[in-house]
């Protein structure tokens, strides 16, 4: 069973447009939220994090909307870039720090 | 900044054989955790160290073991080698008594032939 569901898993944008990944998760001990990008072959990379006390962080190009009581978050890439092109996965866990469950993924493909 | 050093990048290793994985932690971080990501997948918890004692354990076969050591340190130990044991297998640390982000390492691929 999926505890952090990911949608849509591939995702294809115009240079310039709006990206938007979105996640939905079950358990309600979750109390951190992070989105990694990931590059093939390499780690995944912490973009931005949030916590159920904020309903929207920006940073940079990347803003994450939390909406707690549907147990919903998603990631909005703002201007995107070929190099934004990457799979993006978002997570949950009980707190930073402590294990992360992984959404399925969302392939990302930044047209020119 | 330093980040998480994995060794080897990569390992081809053959059914039946051992494995050992190492992962240096970021400085000043006391939490190890690892994960293995199929071919298409999200990574999967396999098990996490905190102050050398394991903190918590996720879906690694029995086939597996690991630990941390005085230095902080951990390495993955992987026996009788599966073809399904071919992955990445990441390392990420935090600085857990702090509760900061987990940053990850290169990861090592490993191919079981």
């Known amino acids: 069973q999926q505890q952090v569901k990911q949608s849509p898993q591939s995702l294809i944008v115009q240079k310039g447009g709006i990206s938007i990944i979105n996640c939905a998760y079950e358990n309600t001990a979750f109390d951190y939220f992070p989105w990694y990008q990931q590059f093939p072959g390499k780690g995944p990379a912490l973009l931005i994090a949030i916590r159920p006390d904020v309903s929207e962080k920006k940073e940079g190009r990347f803003t994450i909307s939390f909406n707690k009581s549907a147990k919903q978050f998603s990631l909005h890439i703002m201007d995107s870039q070929p190099g934004d092109s990457a799979t993006y996965f978002c997570a949950a866990s009980r707190a930073a720090g402590n294990k992360l469950t992984f959404g399925g993924g969302t392939r990302v493909l930044v047209k020119p | 900044a330093a980040g998480v050093i994995q060794s080897p990048r990569h390992l081809i290793k053959e059914k039946r054989e051992t494995a050992t994985l190492k992962c240096y932690p970021i400085?000043?971080?006391?939490?190890v955790y690892w994960y293995q990501q199929g071919p298409g997948q999200d990574p999967q918890f396999l098990i996490s160290f905190y102050e050398k004692m394991q903190s918590d354990k996720g879906s690694i076969p029995d086939r597996f073991s690991a630990q941390q050591f005085s230095d902080y340190h951990s390495e993955l130990n992987m026996s009788s080698l599966e073809l399904g044991d071919s992955a990445l297998y990441f390392c990420a640390s935090s600085n857990g008594g702090r509760g900061t982000e987990a940053f990850f390492g290169q990861g090592t691929r490993l191919t079981v032939v």
């Open positions: 400085p000043r971080h006391d939490t």
